[in-house]
């Protein structure tokens, strides 16, 4: 199986929350991040979390860690158009080489 | 004042043929980065130079030779090239130490 997965799209209503689920499997993962990725854009990083922290919050965004499942999260507040993107979640070690997942699709509609 | 930069944006060739992707940074970093999405999206780094030496080299093809005349410039040149390159090459730049990196738009690169 792959090494980081998420849902390949998530679609929403503006004004809801949105929620991207992404699993890994390296036990050893240091760091978990979540990259934004806007059309005709490079990635760029959203947030990233420790692995011995369980929760990261910035203005609208809710980062959770579940490490003994190894499950991270993203949530979305408030979502807008503008949030609409491929979100990719990422694992690393010590060496800040992520791991990538394959990207999901956020599409948040009127 | 783009911080990354790639060309070209896009680039159509032959298999059989030669071509270069060039990366530039102006963020006065350390560290380079090359990677290739597949078809089926899956992101992986395929290169990393640190001060214009090669730090990271994962299996790839030595059709593919990166090349860093200076700290801020990292290139792919392929060689030979195959219907299975066909991808978005990304390059990527970072400060030694620091965990973020800042992405270029990507080079789709298609191979007829």
């Known amino acids: 199986g792959e090494d980081v997965e998420q849902s390949l799209f998530l679609s929403v209503r503006e004004g809801d929350s949105s929620v991207i689920n992404c699993t890994y499997t390296?036990?050893?993962?240091?760091?978990l991040y979540w990259y934004k990725q806007e059309p005709g854009a490079g990635l760029q990083l959203l947030t990233y979390?420790?692995?011995?922290?369980d929760m990261k919050q910035d203005q609208r965004l809710t980062v959770l860690l579940n490490k003994k499942d190894k499950h991270l999260s993203l949530r979305i507040a408030d979502t807008q158009t503008g949030d609409s993107a491929i979100y990719f979640c990422?694992?690393?070690?010590?060496?800040?080489?992520?791991?990538f997942g394959r990207g999901t699709s956020l599409i948040v509609h009127p | 004042d783009t911080a990354v930069s790639q060309t070209p944006k896009y680039l159509v060739t032959q298999m059989g043929n030669d071509k270069s992707i060039k990366c530039e940074q102006n963020?006065?970093?350390?560290?380079m980065y090359w990677y290739k999405q597949d078809s089926k999206k899956f992101l992986k780094i395929m290169f990393s130079?640190?001060?214009?030496?090669?730090?990271i080299n994962e299996t790839v093809p030595n059709r593919f030779s990166p090349k860093s005349p200076d700290k801020a410039h990292l290139n792919l040149h392929i060689n030979s090239l195959e219907l299975g390159d066909s991808a978005v090459y990304f390059c990527?730049?970072?400060?030694?130490?620091?965990?973020?990196?800042?992405f270029g738009p990507g080079t789709r690169l298609t191979v007829t």
């Open positions: 130079y640190n001060n214009k030496e090669l730090i």
């Open positions: 990422a694992e690393s070690g010590g060496s800040y080489i992520p791991t």
């Open positions: 990527a730049s970072s400060q030694g130490g620091q965990l973020e990196q800042y």
């Open positions: 979390i420790f692995s011995n922290m």
């Open positions: 963020l006065g970093h350390d560290t």
């Open positions: 390296d036990s050893s993962s240091t760091y």
